[in-house]
């Protein structure tokens, strides 16, 4: 309806994001071409980030999607933690070939989407939602599909029109 307020969303490079996750910054473009609020950060940048969507939500609750590649996918599952301790909800987390070490998805998280290669050293994290998470789970191993790379993988049209059209 006309009266839900608008998804903000949030986007994160990969470390040496502006060389190698340039398909962040282009579908953070198509978002926003499609009249959606959304600003591309670096991964390094997470936590200032997280504070300000905190404050935005508090003054004006809309609706937040995360979306990251590499580091900047365990970034969005480290900022839904911070926003979790805060009683806010995510509607949307996307992360895109996310690093080793991410934390599970945390439980305010609504819907959780992980597009990842499971032979992938740069990335990989194959995220597994915490124990007792109510939220819908999906999971997609593209290791099997030629010529998909950590560093190609954010930047794969279908995905990016899969995305524009969920959120």
Same mark, same amino acid.
């Given at each position: 309806?006309?009266?839900?307020?608008?998804?903000?969303?949030?986007?994160?490079?990969?470390?040496?994001?502006?060389?190698?996750?340039?398909?962040?910054?282009?579908?953070?473009? @198509?978002?926003?071409?499609?009249?959606?609020?959304?600003?591309?950060? @670096?991964?390094?940048?997470?936590?200032?980030?997280?504070?300000?969507?905190?404050?935005?939500?508090?003054?004006?609750?809309?609706?937040?999607?995360?979306?990251?590649?590499?580091?900047?996918?365990?970034?969005?599952?480290?900022?839904a933690e911070k926003l979790q301790a805060r009683h806010i909800p995510v509607n949307l987390l996307v992360t895109i070939d996310p690093a080793h070490l991410s934390?599970?998805?945390?439980?305010?998280? @609504?819907?959780?989407?992980?597009?990842?290669?499971?032979?992938?050293?740069?990335?990989?994290?194959?995220?597994?939602?915490?124990?007792?998470?109510?939220?819908?789970?999906?999971?997609?191993?593209?290791?099997?599909?030629?010529?998909?790379?950590?560093?190609?993988i954010d930047k794969i049209e279908t995905i990016h029109r899969q995305l524009v059209d969920k959120i």
């Amino acid at each position: 309806s006309s009266d839900q307020p608008r998804a903000r969303v949030y986007l994160f490079r990969g470390a040496l994001g502006p060389i190698f996750s340039r398909g962040i910054d282009r579908l953070g473009a @198509e978002l926003r071409h499609a009249g959606i609020t959304a600003n591309v950060y @670096e991964f390094t940048r997470c936590d200032a980030i997280a504070d300000t969507a905190i404050a935005t939500y508090r003054q004006n609750p809309a609706p937040i999607v995360l979306i990251g590649h590499s580091m900047g996918g365990r970034c969005g599952l480290q900022f839904a933690e911070k926003l979790q301790a805060r009683h806010i909800p995510v509607n949307l987390l996307v992360t895109i070939d996310p690093a080793h070490l991410s934390p599970n998805v945390p439980l305010n998280v @609504e819907r959780f989407i992980n597009i990842f290669l499971a032979n992938s050293i740069l990335g990989g994290g194959n995220i597994q939602p915490a124990p007792g998470f109510q939220g819908h789970y999906a999971s997609y191993d593209l290791s099997q599909h030629g010529g998909v790379f950590h560093i190609t993988i954010d930047k794969i049209e279908t995905i990016h029109r899969q995305l524009v059209d969920k959120i």
